[in-house]
């Protein structure tokens, strides 16, 4: 015997434009679906509902309600006042909500395909057929994501907070961007377009010498002409201008940034200030020495990565936008105060993400460090994940400070940076094996990565650490022979597909030549060794966006149009699997995170369209409505 | 006055921290700041802490320590503020950096003055170093850097020529000290041989029993300022160090100033009187070299008889 409540016709303000729409609206003409009728919120068990009743309990129909995201809050209350009242009688129930979709991507080999997914406590009751859904007792059956295609929430292996931090600044990058209010800059093609936003911004302040800030310029989209500060002398004189370079290596500066900094005068030798005929600073300072003498005049604060709090809100909802549930932090310092701040935001009730912040090795030895570390992980909580270790071994190819082994650079440069000593390196991960403690190590260059293999096999000889998950970041330039040791001592790697469109054809063309441009961030090859793969933004270094991250790794297409490297390029099943449990693996996550499967947090990206269909070279294209984290509904253009 | 600020680099291991220790227990009344790369491995003994802050450790002898962590030219301009100033400052550069990049830096700073670059280099180990696959490129980098390279536990080689032979293949132009225990004068690593602008002739050959030896005089009339920093800074000279001040040719005193390979010229302060004052490794010093800048040449002979 069933119970079925009708309710009246449901809308609510929704999809990626915010029009209005009408829940059957958006049903017609939809697929036939097993269960009930789709406009029907249910709720079953007629035992349980006569024990409902007995209890006093509110009308079911209170509950079903769902018109706005203002009264979904008002559910989620009147849900926890529900289950006070019933916890007197009944213990054991709690509310099950069984949302329907177009379509549920799992990533649960059992059972890869879905059409409902039942949520309770913020957790995955189930994921299959409404029908099969039967035997969990009372739910609510909420249709608003019924044209929707859900996945996992996706998981980004490897960005950095900052990134919500540099939306302070004025956007002046060559590519279109979102900022986290959703709204689209479009990226500057000419030093005129660049000279117009900083001039706008510029109207915008108050006084006529506060600095004025921009970030993301890409210097080598401009026909190779430099940026200099004469450029810059076009938007202002009076106030000091500084805009940060997309690698984050370089500093772009007007004439009077330099006469604050005292440094417009001839006789400057230093590798990191070109110079121009009359002997001056041409106002592109390159290198954080270079950069930091600038960096106070031009309005950027002391120590761009450390976390500030209004950055951590607008990356969150970057997250949301993106269909992130799950962000790695991936070099944070994380001093005290900076932990008492993300522990007591990410705690809020409408924080919508889960950052895991890794703690950089720097300022401390290893053995501090690993103290440090098993410290920072008792503050973890739900929505934050500290204890992991983030160490940098060398630069970046782009910057030529990559460690690369013979050849070296294709353009002749000089061999590239160590940041970190080899014993240190060695240290570290002998003390974290013997600490049960993850470490990722940053490597762009083939000698660095070679250099982390010989650590991490002397190392586990040591401390043998079945199930470390120590991870690769970058290993941009790994060959076939490296992936077949990171296999063996069971390394994971997260690769930067995204540099393939960004910088692909200068490393093409400049940094490592063609051979080793196409077997940059070897994806293919991780998979077919069964190297467990993650790919990242590295944002703000690029944008946050796995569903952009996995379409450059499937097409691996260059700003120019070119494939580089046709050989590793992925599946979108591959991709999409990458970018989910794939991440959440090398997060030592994935049993929380990652599938759509019985006793996984519910974490949901919500999508407008079907990336298994809308084929390989759309991926990018596809839209996110927006997001459930741990069952609750952020939706994008709401947020 | 622009505050000389002299940088320390080298591997792991060569005897940086050793050396640090060894000059804040021998800077004798100056205000020695010492900038060491990240607190994490406190490179200072504990008995020469007197207190601590969050951005200044306060040591014995009015010296002081503080770390420059990622933002190495705000850490310079806020020793340069400390009241009193400090009289000289010590970079420690970390095992994988270049000091000669750091030096570049140095030059973005106002009110800093460059005084010289010092790589230690251990002993028993640079050659293994060197050819190291990983790090021998930053090794041999650092060395070529380098205005002087300490020579560092000697005591546990046999025979430290075959290692100087290497490191002169090596380091270049660059002066190499030996030392155990990176002892090695305060005014070799700092050029404070001559103080106050006053006449150095008197001063004492102190390090005679160390091996080393001072020579003072005054040059002779037509030697111009950068006749006297090329002879100084030859390799051939055999000195480490040199400072004084040498009348131009158009009139006025003008300071010179040498560390090992590296000269310059700068205005000599009001009140300079003419004169020079070098400090060199005994064994090493080519009297012959150095007696052409001499007014009175007996003034270098009669040193080397004491």
Redesign the interface.
């Known amino acids: 015997m069933e119970s079925f409540v009708p309710v009246k016709q449901l809308s609510w303000s929704g999809g990626a434009g915010g029009a209005q729409q009408s829940l059957a609206g958006v049903l017609k003409p939809g697929p036939p679906r097993p269960g009930p009728p789709a406009d029907h919120v249910v709720m079953r068990s007629p035992l349980r509902n006569q024990l409902l009743l007995s209890a006093g309990c509110p009308s079911r129909t209170n509950l079903v309600y769902l018109d706005s995201a203002e009264t979904l809050t008002t559910f989620f209350i009147g849900a926890a006042s529900l289950r006070q009242s019933i916890d007197a009688t009944e213990s054991d129930l709690s509310v099950t909500t069984i949302y329907s979709a177009r379509k549920i991507i799992t990533m649960n080999p059992a059972r890869p395909y879905a059409t409902h997914v039942a949520v309770r406590d913020g957790r995955i009751l189930s994921a299959g057929a409404l029908e099969e859904m039967q035997g969990w007792g009372d739910y609510m059956l909420d249709d608003r994501f019924a044209d929707k295609v859900l996945m996992p929430g996706l998981v980004e292996g490897h960005s950095h907070t900052m990134e919500g931090s540099l939306w302070e600044y004025v956007y002046c990058g060559y590519f279109d961007r979102m900022d986290p209010d959703g709204k689209v800059w479009p990226g500057l093609k000419s030093v005129d377009e660049i000279i117009e936003r900083l001039t706008q911004a510029a109207a915008r302040l108050d006084e006529p010498t506060t600095p004025l800030a921009g970030w993301s310029l890409d210097a080598i989209y401009y026909g190779g002409r430099r940026i200099n500060r004469n450029d810059l002398d076009r938007v202002s004189t009076e106030r000091a201008i500084g805009i940060l370079n997309a690698s984050g290596h370089i500093l772009n500066v007007n004439t009077k940034a330099l006469q604050l900094a ?2 417009l005068k001839p006789g ?6 070109p110079l121009d005929d009359e002997g001056l600073p041409t106002g592109e300072m390159k290198g ?3 950069m ?2 600038l960096g ?1 005049h031009t309005g950027f604060d ?2 761009l990565l450390a976390c500030d709090e209004p950055g951590l809100r607008r990356f969150a909802r970057l997250c949301v936008r993106t269909g992130v549930t799950t962000a790695a932090d991936l070099a944070n310092m994380l001093p005290d105060g900076a932990v008492d701040m993300m522990v007591r935001v990410t705690a809020e009730p409408d924080y919508p993400a889960r950052i895991v912040s890794l703690r950089r090795f ?4 290893p053995a ?1 460090l690993i103290d440090r570390v098993l410290e920072l992980e008792k503050r973890s909580q739900q929505n934050l994940r500290l204890g992991i270790i983030k160490v940098v071994l060398d630069g970046s190819i782009q910057g030529f400070s990559a ?1 690369l082994r013979w050849p070296g650079y294709y353009n002749g440069a000089a ?1 590239g ?8 390196l060695q240290e570290i991960y002998e003390r974290a094996l013997a600490a049960g403690i993850q470490v990722h190590t940053h490597t762009n260059g083939d ?1 660095a990565t070679e ?1 982390a293999l010989d650590c991490m096999e002397t190392s586990l000889r040591k401390h043998p650490g079945p199930d470390h998950r120590f991870t690769l970041q970058h290993c941009q330039l790994a060959d076939a022979a490296q992936y077949r040791r990171i296999k063996t001592v069971g390394m994971c790697v997260n690769l930067f597909p995204n540099h393939h469109f960004y910088w692909g054809d200068q490393h093409y063309s400049i940094t490592v030549g063609p051979d080793r441009a196409e077997r940059m961030n070897a994806c293919a090859t991780a998979l077919r060794m069964g190297v467990p793969l993650a790919i990242h933004s590295d944002a703000p270094v690029t944008p946050l966006g796995p569903l952009f991250t996995a379409w450059c790794a499937v097409n691996r297409r260059t700003a120019s149009g070119r494939v580089l490297g046709e050989h590793e390029r992925i599946s979108v099943k591959d991709a999409l699997r990458t970018i989910t449990i794939g991440a959440a693996y090398t997060l030592k996550l994935d049993a929380e995170i990652g599938s759509v499967e019985t006793g996984k947090r519910a974490d949901l990206a919500v999508l407008e369209d079907d990336p298994e269909a809308v084929g390989g070279e759309n991926l990018k294209d596809v839209r996110v409505w927006g997001t459930v984290q741990g069952g609750r509904i952020f939706e994008a253009a709401a947020i | 006055m622009p505050l000389p600020i002299t940088i320390i680099g080298g591997y792991l291991g060569a005897g940086k921290t050793t050396l640090v220790n060894h000059l804040l227990r021998h800077a004798n009344g100056r205000r020695l700041a010492v900038m060491v790369n990240e607190f994490g491995a406190l490179p200072i003994d504990e008995d020469l802490i007197e207190a601590e802050d969050d951005q200044i450790i306060s040591l014995a002898g009015g010296c002081v320590c503080c770390s420059y962590g990622e933002d190495l030219v705000s850490s310079m301009a806020m020793l340069a503020t400390l009241r009193p100033r400090p009289d000289m400052v010590l970079l420690e550069a970390s095992g994988v950096s270049f000091p000669g990049a750091i030096a570049g830096t140095v030059g973005l700073v106002p009110t800093y003055k460059l005084d010289g670059v010092v790589v230690l280099a251990d002993g028993e180990t640079i050659r293994a170093q060197a050819a190291d696959k990983y790090i021998g490129g930053t090794i041999r980098g650092q060395l070529a850097q380098a205005d002087m390279v300490l020579l560092n536990k000697t005591d546990l080689i046999e025979d430290d020529d075959i290692v100087r032979r290497w490191l002169n293949g090596t380091s270049g132009e660059a002066r190499i000290v030996r030392s155990m225990y990176a002892r090695v004068p305060f005014d070799v690593v700092f050029g404070t041989i001559w103080r106050d602008g006053k006449h150095g002739v008197e001063v004492a050959d102190r390090y005679h029993a160390d091996g080393y030896e001072t020579l003072a005089f005054v040059t002779a009339p037509g030697v111009r300022p950068d006749q006297a920093v090329t002879v100084c800074a030859d390799a051939t000279t055999g000195l480490l160090r040199a400072k004084g001040f040498v009348p131009r040719p158009e009139g006025g005193l003008a300071q010179i100033q040498v560390v090992g390979r590296r000269g310059e010229i700068a205005d000599a302060p009001a009140g300079a009187e003419p004169g020079v004052v070098c400090i060199g490794l005994a064994d090493q010093i080519n009297r012959a070299a150095l007696a052409v800048l001499a007014d009175d040449r007996n003034s270098i002979t009669e040193r080397q008889a004491s």
Do not use: C, F, Q, S
């Open positions: 005292g440094l400057i030798n230093h590798p990191g200030i954080p020495d270079a930091a003498p106070i002391r120590d720097y300022g401390l030895t501090e460690r061999e940076l160590w940041y970190v000593p080899p014993e240190h000698e250099l």
